[in-house]
T-cell receptor, first 114, second 115 residues
Framework: AQSVTQLDSQVPVFEEAPVELRCNYSSSVSVYLFWYVQYPNQGLQLLLKYLSGSTLVESINGFEAEFNKSQTSFHLRKPSVHISDTAEYFCAVSENSGNTPLVFGKGTRLSVIA | GAVVSQHPSRVICKSGTSVKIECRSLDFQATTMFWYRQFPKQSLMLMATSNEGSKATYEQGVEKDKFLINHASLTLSTLTVTSAHPEDSSFYIC???????????FGNGTRLTVT
């Protein structure tokens, strides 16, 4: 079984400042890793994912995450945040075989302050 | 791209009634669908996995007689909340994997409010 830990429940940050949202996972098998974003009263949107290959993955809106197997981490970073990045961010993990469900972390609320 | 359509987006019902939520894969076949539940300001918890043509698999602590899941075809899975009570009020989200590794498509969710 897998588990995901998002240590920070809330992260306030000023606009144009950098941010890092932390995610650690636990699994006895190889995994896929994901970051999803959820805006108020909306569903989930995939931000980025790691399946294999390069450990650094990027999204189209400036976020990036790096898979670190030794530290079992998949932290999400952005060098300069915007007000519109205010949302709930979920890290998730699944086994890398077959149709397996995602296991989600508890989420981190990113609040960007003008 | 692939889309999962979930309906209704919002529903308000009275205590004791039943509510059906539909999840359709629009341009791909989904032999498996996952149903999640999200309480306010909390994470998504897997409730059950529905499989086309067979019984759903429920997670520990989820009442299968209360949350009826039917996966009638390769494109449709339904979740029926039977005899709903206020504590069933929540955000329910379905998701379906397609043939690409590590690819899950999510519906937009259903906000259920039981009064």
């Amino acid at each position: 079984a897998q588990s995901v830990t998002q240590l920070d429940s809330q992260v306030p940050v000023f606009e144009e400042a950098p941010v890092e949202l932390r995610c650690n996972y636990s699994s006895s098998v190889s995994v896929y890793l994901f970051w999803y974003v959820q805006y108020p009263n909306q569903g989930l949107q995939l931000l980025l994912k790691y399946l294999s290959g390069s450990t650094l993955v990027e999204s189209i809106n400036g976020f990036e995450a790096e898979f670190n197997k030794s530290q079992t981490s998949f932290h999400l970073r952005k060098p300069s945040v915007h007000i519109s990045d205010t949302a709930e961010y979920f890290c998730a993990v699944s086994e890398n075989s077959g149709n397996t469900p995602l296991v989600f972390g508890k989420g981190t609320r990113l609040s960007v302050i003008a | 791209g692939a889309v999962v359509s979930q309906h209704p987006s919002r529903v308000i019902c009275k205590s004791g009634t039943s509510v059906k939520i539909e999840c359709r894969s629009l341009d791909f076949q989904a032999t498996t669908m996952f149903w999640y539940r999200q309480f306010p300001k909390q994470s998504l918890m897997l409730m059950a996995t529905s499989n086309e043509g067979s019984k759903a698999t429920y997670e520990q602590g989820v009442e299968k007689d209360k949350f009826l899941i039917n996966h009638a075809s390769l494109t449709l899975s339904t979740l029926t909340v039977t005899s709903a009570h206020p504590e069933d009020s929540s955000f329910y989200i379905c998701s379906a994997p397609d043939s690409s590794p590590g690819t899950l498509h999510f519906g937009n969710g259903t906000r259920l409010t039981v009064t």
